[in-house]
């Protein structure tokens, strides 16, 4: 075990915070600039730590370009400090596939844990390659449900910790909940927080910014402290990440069925949303998606078109990513003093 | 989100088309050696220009670049009158005078292809502000490449429009390259879109494959605009099949690159086939649409190489306006 190297992977997308939620809702724009300068954080405490050796994704103009900059240019101290950072051998598509890929490639070359950073959809992407390698999930932006806000080197810190083994990751890591959805028995995907039927045709500018499209709601989990869709059921009943259930709500026509709630369903977007029925899912129940003709939103994202021809199955697993929190590990490693020395006197 | 009936889904089909059919033919003749000056097509691109100006009325006005055919078409510029000014004809959008890179139709909202790179920056910005002060709930869309989005003249209008509110979408065709240059090499963000935060507007990218996609964020951008929201940078990725200027071999390109584009990402097949899954137009329909627009470019290309030349008499008329 001693001569194995320790390896962490992280994967940054550079086209995170970019989408329609900008023009319509007041979402936040995040900087690349900043995201390399959140890795950059990262490195210092995981080369300290006793990480050997970081994976990247090598996308040229965004997070790594600028990466390997600061690395040939910045001071000398702290480059030393580094673990070696190797960037993936694989093309480019400036697509989630790449996001793919990369978490494909780490859990094949045995990552002890991968650092995700980028919005619900970016940890969906890698959730559905993740498998049981552990992640550490870090949020560029306001919209976001799934992932920690949370200040880099906290997390680099405690990817540090648990990939070098001065905290046991079975204390810290546990697995969450996903939504499954199929179309006709197969275009098998997933979402990790909402699964939203929408009436809208198209996918287009993916997201879903009005509640008056939306007919069903599926949530794997519902925080009444959550933005986005997942807040219209978190306000009536909220579930927790690890509760052994989740929850499907049917929209009622404005001001139809026997409530309404005022849901914040985006960034400074505040809406009624009228509700028909309310009520608790068990893993592996099947739902047969009632509306007839429209897009499944995954995580707030329309990605799947359906038409009257096709049958749409969601339902809810208890088998989806491990993820590492970072609270835990903190706490862990504050208890039996992993960053503490004892002065002598 | 506005919705798209089946009318709507028939008119963006046959401007696609048009555009597409436009170009390819354009391509064949060029070949020939009877169309003076340069043309740079716009094929590959369609479902930009023709997702943004779905929203637009004749009052809004547009501006262009050197590759300005589809833009041209999608605004309502006449085709007939489109193909015999690319010809050099009398009976061109322009006399014959301008041919391709200056093709303009101030009556539709057309306010010239372009020449000069980033040029039509500070042309939309004066568009937009006279619209602002008619106070019609106008607006100005600039229409200008990732090349153009490093131009001293777009990011100065960024500026202007938004320290002025203007009504005006920045409307960045990131088709990866400026002539030979990829993007990758002289945009140092991911997106254009990017750089919109450094003027405090929105910045939002899509993918310019998809109708759908653009048309929904174009008509939000350009709602926000017509309500005094202010400028907004909408980044459209998507693909040139042709070369940068006609005769352009393309050797930076990627063996198999256009190809794979061709078969991956025709905004014309995308559509098509998401139009006919939701059932909402049948292929008959758009085969229909196919074979008219087939004959109208047929008919655009013989009217041209009927028509005259401009003559000696016609060389100093419409050189200066006087006001
Ligand atoms: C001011 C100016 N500089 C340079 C040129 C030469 N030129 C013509 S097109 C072009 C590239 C433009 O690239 P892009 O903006 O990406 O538009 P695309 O051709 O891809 O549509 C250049 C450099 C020019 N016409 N004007
Ligand atoms: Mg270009």
């Known amino acids: 075990m001693h001569n194995t190297k320790t390896t962490v992977g992280i994967i940054a997308n550079p086209l995170s915070g970019r989408d329609v939620r900008r023009l319509v809702t007041k979402a936040s724009v995040f900087q690349n600039a900043e995201k390399s300068n959140m890795v950059l954080r990262m490195l210092g405490v995981l080369g300290k730590l006793g990480v050997d050796e970081v994976f990247m994704l090598p996308d040229v103009s965004g997070v790594a370009s600028r990466v390997i900059h600061a690395m040939r240019h910045g001071r000398a101290a702290e480059i030393s400090a580094f673990p070696r950072v190797t960037f993936l051998e694989m093309p480019i598509r400036d697509s989630a ?40 999930t870090l949020s560029t932006g306001t919209n976001n449900v799934f992932p920690e806000i949370r200040e880099a080197t906290i997390t680099g810190l405690a990817a540090g910790l ?77 579930v927790s990440r690890t509760d052994a259930y989740g929850l499907r709500l049917v929209v009622a026509p404005p001001g139809e069925g026997f409530m309404t709630v005022e849901a914040p369903i985006a960034p400074g977007v505040l809406l009624p949303v009228s509700v028909a029925e309310i009520s608790e899912v068990r893993p592996k129940e099947v739902f047969k998606v009632e509306t007839a003709r429209g897009t499944l939103a995954l995580d707030g994202e329309r990605e799947i078109e359906f038409s009257e021809n096709d049958s749409v199955k969601v339902w809810l697993e208890m088998d989806g990513p491990v993820t590492v929190d970072v609270n835990k590990v903190m706490l862990a490693a504050a208890k039996h003093h992993v960053l503490v020395r004892h002065h002598r006197n | 989100m506005a919705e798209l009936k089946k009318e709507d889904l028939l008119k963006a089909y046959r401007t696609m088309r048009e555009i597409r059919d436009f170009e390819e033919r354009v391509h064949k003749e060029f070949a020939t050696g ?14 930009v220009a023709t997702g943004v100006c779905s929203h637009l009325t004749d ?10 055919h589809g833009h041209c078409i999608a605004k309502g510029v006449d085709i007939i009158g489109m193909m015999a000014e690319i010809f050099g004809k009398k009976t061109g959008s322009c006399c014959g005078k301008g041919g391709s890179m200056h093709i303009a139709d101030l009556e539709k909202g057309m306010l010239g292809a372009n020449g000069i790179v980033g040029a039509g920056g500070p042309l939309g910005c004066g568009a937009a502000l006279a619209a602002k002060f008619k106070g019609k709930g106008g607006v100005a869309v600039v229409f200008f490449g990732d090349g153009a989005s490093n131009q001293g003249t777009i990011l100065e209008s960024m500026n202007l ?23 990758k090499y002289n945009v140092p963000t991911p997106n254009i879109a990017d750089r919109a935060a450094g003027f405090n507007m929105p910045g939002v990218t899509v993918d310019g494959n998809d109708f759908f996609a653009v048309y929904e964020a174009a008509g939000e951008a350009i709602k926000r605009a017509r309500e005094g929201g202010g400028p907004t940078l909408l980044e459209c990725k998507t693909n040139r099949f042709y070369g940068h200027f006609e005769g352009d071999a393309m050797t930076y390109k990627a063996p198999g690159e256009v190809k794979r584009q061709r078969e991956e990402c025709d905004c014309l097949k995308i559509f098509a086939a998401k139009a006919t899954a939701a059932g909402l137009v049948t292929a008959a329909e ?15 290309v013989e009217k041209a190489l009927a028509a005259p030349n401009p003559t000696e008499a016609d060389l100093l008329t419409d050189v200066y306006v006087s006001y």
């Not at chain 2, 000056?37 to 369609?46: K, P, Q, S, T």
């Open chain 1, 97 to 136: 596939d790449d996001s793919l890929r990369a978490a494909e490639l780490m859990v094949s070359m045995g990552v002890s844990v991968i650092i995700v950073m980028g919005g619900d959809g970016t940890h969906r992407v890698v959730a559905n390659a993740s498998g049981d390698t552990p992640l550490l």
């Open chain 1, 162 to 238: 648990v990939a070098s083994g001065k905290v046991r990751l079975k204390d810290v890591a546990s697995r969450n909940k996903v939504l499954r959805c199929e179309v006709n028995g197969s275009r098998k995907d997933m979402a990790l927080v909402d699964l939203g039927v929408s009436t809208e045709c198209w996918i287009g500018a993916r997201a879903l910014w009005e509640a008056s499209c939306l007919t069903e709601l599926f949530v794997s989990f519902a925080e009444p402290d959550a933005i986005g869709l997942s807040s219209i059921p978190a306000l009536i009943h909220p």
């Open chain 2, 34 to 47: 009877k169309i003076p000056g340069f043309v740079h097509l716009y094929a590959g691109e369609e479902a």
């Open chain 2, 59 to 68: 009052d809004d006005r547009i501006t262009s670049t050197h590759r300005g």
């Open chain 2, 161 to 183: 429009a938004n320290i002025w509110n203007l009504p005006v979408i920045f409307l960045a065709e990131n088709n990866g390259y400026a002539e030979s240059t990829g993007v």
């Open chain 2, 286 to 300: 758009l085969e229909a649409i196919d074979k008219e627009v087939a004959a109208l470019i047929d008919e655009a």
